[in-house]
């Protein structure tokens, strides 16, 4: 009777840690997802300003030499 026993105790054992083991990666991949959006944020952001920034010297007909 104990093998049997120590088999459940082992498989519950080994589901739990499996269970752990799942959580932390599904918070890790929400947290890598949010990092990611704030960074395609920023980028788009950078793209904009860099746009604008040489929206005036396009018009002035300002070349870089």
Do not use: C, H, Y
Not at 9 to 38: D, H, M, N, W
């Amino acid at each position: 009777m104990f093998w049997p026993m120590l088999a459940i105790a082992l498989g519950f054992l080994g589901i739990s840690v499996l269970t752990v083991l799942g959580i932390k990666v599904f918070i890790e991949a929400q947290r890598l997802g949010r990092e990611v959006a704030r960074t395609t944020e920023r980028i788009n952001r950078a793209s904009e300003d860099l746009e604008r920034a040489a929206t005036g010297p396009a018009r002035a007909g300002e070349t870089l030499r």
